[in-house]
């Protein structure tokens, strides 16, 4: 109950922000060179400040992080939509740009951590990477060179990598909901969440 007040009050910015973030597509693997084709998407609530925020690599032969991003200075769009390309990123890629960084991530099987200070908040494992699994749930297929893994439902997260996302199409700058979730009612949906997701660990 006290984090849900806390939600609805705006008050406890570490928990209203780990609740309002999540992975929403990621491609890895380019045709030919990736760094002009790969690009990661965050969702979350429009003008919230990701100080503090981090993106982080994982090495599917080892577990150990490769690369990590601070997401400082970056500020989640209008749309609710964060879409990260590389400096090499082709003209239609860099023209949806919001933010540039190295989010080539290896071709897998791999993981995309996204973190708040030291804190997991949602990780995309793609292909199996047997005991250095470092996703949620089972790990999402690999998706063919050119593919994105793109989430189902947008800004939903069972914790399931295999049932979140599916791969296809890639569609930096778009996603299965067009019309942007007004802040408040996205927080309140997120506190919703994190209630069920409480009381499903306590019983």
């Given amino acids: 109950m006290k984090q849900f007040l806390c939600v609805l009050l705006l008050g406890c910015s570490a928990t209203a922000q780990s609740a309002s973030v999540s992975i929403h597509e990621v ?10 084709d790969v690009f990661t998407e965050l969702s979350g609530t429009p003008g ?6 981090l993106l982080k690599g994982v090495n599917g032969s080892n577990g150990d992080t490769y690369r990590t ?9 209008d749309d609710g939509i964060l879409v990260i390309a590389t400096t090499s990123a082709n003209a239609t890629l860099a023209a949806l740009t919001d933010w540039i960084a190295n989010v080539d991530w290896q071709n897998g099987p791999d993981a995309v951590q996204l973190w708040f200070g030291e804190t997991l908040i949602d990780a995309l494992q793609y292909g199996d990477a047997g005991t250095f699994n470092a996703g949620e749930g089972q790990f999402a297929w690999l998706a063919a060179a050119g593919e994105s893994l793109s989430r189902n439902a947008y800004g939903f997260d069972s914790d399931d990598n295999r049932a979140d996302f599916s791969a296809g199409i890639a569609t930096p700058g778009a996603g299965p909901s067009p019309v942007p979730v007004p802040a408040a009612l996205w927080l309140l949906l997120s506190a919703l969440g994190s209630a069920a997701m409480l009381r499903k660990q306590t019983t």
């Fill in 69 to 77: 991003l601070a997401l400082d200075g970056v500020v989640i769009p």
């Fill in 27 to 36: 491609l890895y693997d380019g045709i030919g060179s990736d760094a002009d």
């Fill in 48 to 53: 919230l400040s990701l100080d503090g925020w």
